[in-house]
């Protein structure tokens, strides 16, 4: 299908989740959660419940990296635990689903989920490490992007960094340390708009961090200079419009997806469109232009960017919600995965791969969600579930299988599928944590999967842990 040119977000009105607000100037403001009663590092053991089964525009993206900003100290966490004696985190597995919530008090107030909309900040993300740990991640109030380590049973250990962000996006870990995704202030410049209003023009940024948790590198992955604002043709830059990413790895290079603002010139003015970028940063910091299917621009309008890296294939796959012809699509070369309806509640979940070969991919229209299976094109699977939620969750889990998981009242519901044959796996069952639109469970070497969620105080952070199967 072909895209046609875009029109300026600036100048329209909206249709998808993020288009149901006027396109107006937004700076968007962190929330402190609020604060609730409860001890630092408890964790609390669930047992499942019974439950029903179920166009393309081209410029330059090369920037210098810039000057290594300090790193801020945050309190010291409880003293750590004692690792296994290979080093390594190894989770026993059961019948049915086991989920853990521990409650770590990072010792900084976490910025709230607000109204969890595709335009605010995303308060948490948590990465899983080889040896089974993790890198939790969290946006404070203060400007602030922290990171801090956490041992096999989801406490905090050392002294957490910061760095300077005022979003977070994602965190992604390997053998010597990980990449943070977030976003700074950038500049709009002087450039005259042909309507309408769409700034800040803001920046995102790959944050290189060793094993300690201090920073090696960063790279800017959108294109603001010295020479280039956000108002100047051919700039790509963050602004209040749905602008989230996430990050994959092939084992060296890492992979940024995300919503982007496009300026064209029209004639003694510019017009700001909206799509997604992808860009591929290796491991010295350098960006890997034109290979490794990265890209300028992609789907337009774009939102729910996501992305994984396949072994396989040695490609990354990627798949975005988008009001041209009102799809989820893969964005390089534009196809459909499955079509849906510009109604304002088309939503992609997230991106796993399949048993075998292909991928699946979870999304929701009009509270229904679905589970398609494709492989390069068009969904040749599809599962309607019995899930009725409008943000669905899924993640590679335990041997095989992949879990979807939606808000439920308070809570969280979830349930597992084959990851081949897309049959469920055992009953639906309650992941006792607040839900947020936008974050995301992580899979783990020994088949557990995590999530970070709203904690007991605005200075905690819960981490939702499924515990793996015996399959």
Same mark, same amino acid.
Request: aromatic fraction near 8%; hydrophobic fraction near 30%.
């Given at each position: 299908?072909?895209?046609?040119?875009?029109?300026?977000?600036?100048?329209?009105?909206?249709?998808?989740?993020?288009?149901r607000?006027?396109?107006?100037?937004?700076?968007?403001?962190?929330?402190?959660?609020?604060?609730?009663?409860a001890?630092?590092?408890? +964790?609390?053991?669930?047992?499942?419940?019974? *439950?029903?089964?179920? &166009?393309?525009? %081209? =410029?330059?993206?090369? @920037?210098?990296?810039?000057a290594?900003?300090?790193?801020?100290?945050?309190?010291?966490?409880?003293?750590?635990?004692?690792?296994?004696?290979?080093?390594?985190?190894?989770?026993?597995?059961?019948?049915?689903?086991?989920?853990?919530?521990?409650d770590?008090?990072?010792?900084?107030?976490?910025?709230?989920?607000?109204?969890?909309?595709?335009?605010?900040p995303?308060?948490?993300?948590?990465?899983?490490?080889p040896?089974?740990g993790?890198?939790?991640?969290?946006?404070?109030?203060?400007?602030?992007?922290?990171?801090?380590?956490?041992?096999?049973?989801?406490?905090?250990?050392?002294?957490?960094?910061?760095?300077?962000?005022i979003?977070?996006?994602?965190?992604?870990a390997?053998?010597?340390?990980?990449?943070?995704?977030? +976003?700074?202030?950038?500049?709009?410049?002087? *450039?005259?708009?042909? &309507?309408?209003? %769409? =700034?800040?023009?803001? @920046?995102?940024?790959?944050i290189?961090?060793?094993?300690?948790?201090?920073?090696?590198?960063?790279?800017?992955?959108?294109?603001?200079?010295?020479?280039?604002a956000?108002?100047d043709?051919?700039?790509?830059?963050i602004?209040?419009?749905?602008?989230?990413?996430?990050?994959?790895s092939?084992?060296?290079?890492?992979?940024?997806?995300?919503?982007?603002?496009?300026?064209?010139?029209?004639?003694?003015?510019?017009?700001?469109?909206?799509?997604d970028?992808?860009?591929?940063?290796?491991?010295?910091?350098?960006?890997?232009?034109?290979?490794?299917?990265?890209?300028?621009?992609?789907?337009?309008?774009?939102?729910?960017?996501?992305?994984?890296?396949?072994?396989?294939?040695?490609?990354?796959a990627?798949v975005?919600a988008?009001?041209?012809?009102?799809?989820i699509?893969?964005?390089?070369p534009?196809?459909?995965?499955? =079509?849906?309806?510009?109604?304002?509640t088309?939503?992609?979940?997230d991106?796993v791969?399949?048993?075998?070969?292909?991928?699946?991919?979870?999304?929701s229209?009009?509270?229904?969600?679905?589970?398609?299976?494709?492989?390069?094109?068009?969904?040749?699977g599809?599962?309607?579930?019995?899930?009725?939620?409008?943000?669905?969750?899924?993640?590679?889990y335990?041997?095989?299988?992949?879990?979807?998981?939606?808000?439920?009242?308070?809570?969280?519901a979830?349930?597992?599928?084959d990851?081949?044959?897309?049959?469920?796996?055992?009953?639906?069952?309650?992941?006792?944590?607040?839900?947020?639109?936008?974050?995301?469970?992580?899979?783990?070497?020994?088949?557990?999967?995590?999530?970070?969620?709203?904690?007991?105080?605005n200075?905690?952070?819960?981490?939702?842990?499924?515990?793996?199967?015996?399959?």
């Open positions: 299908m072909s895209e046609g040119p875009p029109t300026p977000i600036s100048h329209r009105a909206q249709s998808s989740p993020a288009r607000r006027i396109a107006i100037a937004v700076i968007v403001g962190t929330v402190a959660v609020a604060a609730l009663t001890a630092a590092f408890t +964790t609390d053991v669930l047992s499942p419940r019974s *439950g029903v089964q179920a &166009g393309s525009l %081209s =410029s330059s993206s090369s @920037t210098a990296p810039e290594t900003p300090s790193t801020e100290a945050t309190p010291s966490a409880s003293p750590a635990t004692s690792s296994p004696p290979d080093g390594k985190c190894s989770r026993p597995g059961s019948a049915s689903p086991e989920v853990r919530v521990t770590v008090n990072v010792g900084v107030r976490v910025t709230g989920y607000g109204r969890e909309s595709d335009t605010e995303l308060p948490m993300a948590i990465a899983s490490r040896d089974g993790s890198w939790l991640a969290w946006l404070g109030t203060n400007n602030r992007v922290y990171l801090g380590r956490l041992d096999c049973n989801d406490q905090l250990v050392g002294t957490p960094t910061s760095f300077d962000g979003d977070l996006q994602d965190v992604q390997d053998d010597t340390g990980g990449v943070v995704l977030l +976003t700074r202030r950038g500049n709009c410049g002087n *450039g005259q708009l042909c &309507g309408g209003s %769409s =700034s800040p023009c803001n @920046t995102m940024h790959m290189r961090f060793d094993d300690s948790g201090q920073q090696v590198w960063e790279r800017q992955v959108t294109n603001l200079s010295g020479s280039r956000g108002y043709n051919g700039a790509r830059f602004w209040w419009y749905q602008h989230h990413g996430r990050l994959a092939d084992g060296s290079n890492y992979a940024a997806y995300f919503g982007v603002a496009i300026t064209v010139q029209n004639g003694s003015c510019v017009d700001i469109h909206q799509g970028r992808m860009q591929v940063v290796s491991a010295n910091g350098s960006l890997v232009s034109g290979l490794r299917d990265s890209f300028d621009v992609g789907c337009s309008h774009s939102w729910t960017t996501r992305i994984v890296w396949d072994p396989r294939t040695s490609r990354f990627m975005c988008t009001d041209n012809n009102c799809r699509a893969q964005p390089r534009y196809r459909t995965v499955a =079509s849906g309806t510009c109604d304002g088309l939503f992609g979940g991106l791969l399949a048993k075998s070969s292909g991928y699946w991919t979870a999304w229209q009009g509270g229904q969600v679905r589970l398609e299976h494709f492989t390069t094109g068009a969904s040749d599809t599962i309607r579930t019995g899930a009725r939620s409008s943000h669905p969750h899924l993640v590679s335990s041997s095989g299988l992949m879990l979807l998981a939606w808000e439920s009242g308070s809570s969280m979830a349930q597992a599928y990851a081949g044959s897309g049959d469920t796996v055992g009953s639906q069952f309650t992941v006792g944590v607040r839900d947020h639109n936008y974050l995301a469970f992580k899979a783990y070497p020994d088949g557990s999967v995590a999530y970070p969620a709203a904690g007991s105080t200075t905690s952070i819960r981490i939702a842990r499924v515990m793996p199967l015996n399959t």
